[in-house]
């Protein structure tokens, strides 16, 4: 059990941070950005070579640089060249592929071996015992946490969350909506690639398939959160529930995985129905609601 609640807890606060990308362009810029999958894998493949040549801090750092100019030319087909957000995702999310390859050397996958990564460094320093890979990836989510929370309060982050609740408005107050994409999208990458970067290091590998259907599983996560949290009322609810969502989801993958009820085989359309499940809840939800108003009034009728 104790196993179990570790590796929720590790993958859970890594991949909370694609989470909080997809809260900011989905949940708050109202952005359909399908560049996550591909830009996860850009920030796996530019941290773990720069890994592999002795620079691991150093790889992290052009990791999230990387995926914030994937996150630009994402929104650059969409705010200077007329392309449909779903569809510029879709282009540079395509183009990332020979990308990813050519950081990789044009090979499918890199394995580090004994070469040293941020974990191994923070190991070294004796802090935390077996759960200095918790610690270490705690300490990142709750700092973007934090981070972004801050920021979204700032002027330039209240135009952001302005720019996705009405954009004519936006513009009609001399602020310029495609600028406040640009920065969205760049911000949101940014966290993606980090992630992805963490899982490259935490792994010891990258593999140019890594990030598929990432962007579904983050998306289920936010709204598992924001179900289990109360989330969409407030800003702070909202970004505890990316954390929040991605533990839930990993506790009840690795449980399944430990105890194997299902066959490893079924792995995928296990997290098929969850994802199904976990995204049409809402709706489900609000249909529940409709019909139990309809009984009362027919009730009281």
């Not at 899982?199 to 398939?209: M, P, R, V, W």
Request: hydrophobic residues 50%.
């Amino acid at each position: 059990m104790l196993y179990i609640l570790q590796t929720a807890l590790q993958l859970g606060c890594i991949y909370s941070l694609v989470s909080l990308a997809l809260l900011l362009s989905y949940r708050i810029l109202d952005i359909a950005d399908l560049t996550t999958d591909g830009c996860f894998v850009l920030g796996m493949a530019v941290s773990v070579s720069f890994c592999a040549m002795g620079h691991p801090f150093a790889g992290l750092i052009l990791a999230v640089l990387a995926g914030g100019c994937a996150g630009l030319v994402t929104a650059f087909l969409q705010t200077h060249m007329g392309i449909p957000s779903i569809i510029a995702g879709i282009i540079t999310n395509t183009g990332l592929y020979t990308v990813n390859l050519a950081v990789m050397g044009f090979s499918s996958s890199i394995s580090l071996l004994k070469s040293e990564t941020v974990f191994t460094k923070f190991r070294a320093l004796g802090i935390g015992g077996s759960w200095y890979s918790i610690i270490l990836a705690a300490f990142a989510s709750l700092l973007c946490m934090a981070v972004l929370r801050w920021f979204l309060e700032t002027r330039l982050g209240l135009s952001i969350r302005a720019t996705g609740d009405n954009p004519d408005m936006v513009s009609a107050s001399s602020i310029d909506p495609r600028r406040m994409i640009m920065i969205g999208l760049f911000l949101s990458n940014c966290m993606t690639a980090l992630a992805g970067g963490i899982a490259g290091q935490l792994q010891k590998s990258a593999d140019i398939n890594a990030g598929t259907g990432i962007v579904v599983v983050g998306l289920a996560c936010l709204i598992i959160g924001e179900t289990a949290v109360g989330g969409r009322k407030s800003l702070s609810r909202n970004i505890i529930a990316c954390l929040a969502g991605n533990i839930i989801y990993r506790m009840i993958y690795a449980v399944i995985l430990q105890t194997r009820i299902l066959p490893i085989e079924c792995l995928k359309l296990m997290t098929a129905v969850i994802v199904a499940l976990a995204i049409s809840a809402p709706y489900l939800q609000a249909q529940r609601q409709l019909k139990q108003k309809a009984r009362r009034r027919a009730s009281n009728a």
